[in-house]
Structure formats: structure tokens, C-alpha cells
């Protein structure tokens, strides 16, 4: 309970301290895009340790042609531990949406239960510097969703929400989408928690973290009636409402690139009004939260971040 407290009182202070002069944190993009094994995870993690950070969140822990086992779940666990910076995962549509049976059925519900059972058992960020979370699941009705979590750092609000880049797993098949349907219902009431904190502490910012990117609408043919529904439409219509009547600014960090995107571009927040929209490239990317720049968020230069799917 000390150790649990010193960590809090040590947050706080930086917390504090962070909110008149700034810091930076990193993301981790999706890895596993460009790698079937956690050499650039590895080396991901190694180069954010070498800097100075408040936190990192990482897209991912494993890629789709990785096996959804156990065993692969605590290698990375235990990669993820061994980080010095405060580190949090953000889930990705590979660790448990396209997992299937010895028998290729679907394994995606049994695995995100096990994930959760294994990567979100406490109230503290991976790494040396613990980061306090509060977790969606301090909520009874919402005890599932340990993987939502928020913290603070200056006048910041930060917060993970499982929008798995795979059409938020919504599927076209009748009467198989218990999973997304709940998920839907404990994102609302995820996002309308975050807000109101921020609202009522006046934050200068909230910042979310997902896989897939919910801003992005679906582009398809006039008259088309196969195309497939946009699972990310509904709570597209939630973050937008909720950033129309937020004085503040509204940033949002996934690693789904947008349909036509060049990649080859140097990353850049792209902003509706007050509500960003960031897609991390491969490697990781460092972003500077300067309360003195009216931008307020600074991206790392291209020079200092080299993609690790190029090394």
C-alpha cells in the first residue's frame, strides 16, 4: 500500500509539474504491420527508454500470423515489463479479432477474455515508472473492460478504447455480434466519462488511443447495396459530438492508415476544428505537449524518429 502510494504522490507531482512546462510521450505504431516477431517492438521499446518521456502506449502486442497462445502472451509481458518508461498497450485487431481454433473457428472472445486476464490485472502502467489508470471495469456494470483506461498528466486527459482496426469487429453474419454490441454500449459510456472528467477539470486536451481510426468514413459506390456496415459509424457520431461541445482539443491517435494514404509522408495531425486525427507510422513517434503553443501538440521531427521497418 506505501509502494502504491508513493507511486500516486510521485504522479501527482509530475503531473503538477508537467502542466507549466510540458512534456512528451511516445507511441509505438502497429509493429507487427511490417514484423512477424518483437524484434521492432524490442527496439521500439529500447529507444523510448533512452528518452526523456512521461509515458509510452503501445499499438499491439503481437501480429495476425503470430499464434494466439499463452505462452506468446507472456513473452510479451514480460517485454513489456521490462520497459523503463511508464508503458500502456493499446489492443490491436491482431492480438485477439483474427485468432481462431485448431479447428479455424473463431477464437476472438475466448482470447480477449485471456488477454484481459493477463495484460490488465492492476491499476498501474507496465514498466519501472508506474502510471496510475483508472480502468472502465471500476464501473460494476462495465467489470469486463480492464483494457479501457485513463490517466492524467499536466491538463491532459488520456485514455485507451478497444476499437480493433478490423471494422471494430462488427460481422456481417446475422446474430453474431454479442461482442460488438456490448462493446458498443461500454464505449459510450467510456467516452461520456472521459469527457465529463475533462470537462469538469477543464482540460486543455483529451487524447485517445485506439487500433482502427473511427474518424475515417467508408467510401463505396452509389447504389451499391453490398457494402458491408460501418462498425465504426456509431461511435464516430459520439467522439465528434463530444468534441463539438468540448472547449479544449480533441486528439485522436490510432494506427489504421487512411484508404489512400501515402505513408511515405512524414506523420501529421490532421485537424477538423478542435478534433485531430493522428496515424502513427511504423516505428514510433514522439509528441510534445506544450501548454504555451497555442497548437498546443508538437510532432518528434522526421530526422529524429527512423521508421524501424526500414533498419
Not at 476499437?163 to 453474431?176: I, K, S, W
Not at 509522408?265 to 478534433?275: D, F, G, K
Not at 510532432?299 to 527512423?306: E, F, S
Request: proline fraction near 4%; aromatic fraction near 10%.
Amino acid at each position: 500500500m506505501l509502494l502504491a502510494l508513493a507511486f500516486v504522490l510521485a504522479a501527482s507531482c509530475g503531473a503538477a509539474l508537467a502542466q507549466t512546462t510540458g512534456f512528451s510521450f511516445g507511441v509505438i505504431a502497429h509493429v507487427f504491420r511490417n514484423h512477424a516477431d518483437e524484434t521492432a517492438l524490442r527496439n521500439a521499446i529500447s529507444e523510448t527508454d533512452a528518452d526523456n518521456l512521461a509515458f509510452v502506449v503501445a499499438n499491439g502486442i503481437k501480429a495476425s500470423s503470430e499464434p494466439c497462445t499463452d505462452k506468446l502472451y507472456g513473452q510479451r509481458k514480460a517485454l513489456l515489463s521490462s520497459a523503463k518508461n511508464g508503458l500502456i498497450v493499446s489492443l490491436s485487431a491482431s492480438d485477439w479479432v483474427t485468432c481462431r481454433t485448431a479447428a479455424d473457428r473463431s477464437a476472438a472472445i475466448e482470447r480477449l477474455g485471456r488477454i484481459r486476464e493477463l495484460f490488465f490485472s492492476d491499476e498501474f502502467s507496465f514498466g519501472d515508472s508506474k502510471i496510475p489508470l483508472i480502468r472502465q471495469s471500476t464501473s460494476p456494470k462495465f467489470r469486463s473492460y480492464v483494457e479501457n483506461a485513463r490517466w492524467e498528466i499536466g491538463n491532459v486527459v488520456f485514455a485507451t478504447i478497444n476499437l480493433p482496426a478490423a471494422n471494430n469487429h462488427y460481422l456481417p453474419e446475422g446474430g453474431r455480434n454479442s461482442e460488438f454490441e456490448d462493446r458498443q454500449i461500454a464505449n459510450r459510456e467510456w467516452l461520456q466519462r472521459i469527457f465529463l472528467n475533462a470537462a469538469q477539470k477543464k482540460s486543455d486536451a483529451v487524447v485517445l488511443f485506439c487500433d482502427g481510426d473511427p474518424l475515417a468514413t467508408q467510401r463505396h459506390r452509389v447504389f451499391d447495396f453490398n457494402v458491408k456496415r460501418d462498425g465504426f459509424s456509431e461511435i464516430r457520431q459520439r467522439i465528434n459530438s463530444y468534441a463539438a461541445h468540448f472547449d479544449g482539443k480533441v486528439l485522436l491517435i490510432h494506427g489504421q492508415g487512411r484508404p489512400g494514404a501515402d505513408s511515405s509522408n512524414p506523420p501529421a495531425i490532421i485537424w477538423q476544428r478542435n478534433l485531430g486525427d493522428l496515424e502513427v507510422p511504423a516505428g514510433w513517434l514522439k509528441v510534445t505537449v506544450d501548454p504555451a503553443n497555442p497548437k498546443l501538440f508538437e510532432l518528434g521531427k522526421a530526422a529524429d524518429q527512423q521508421p524501424l521497418s526500414r533498419r
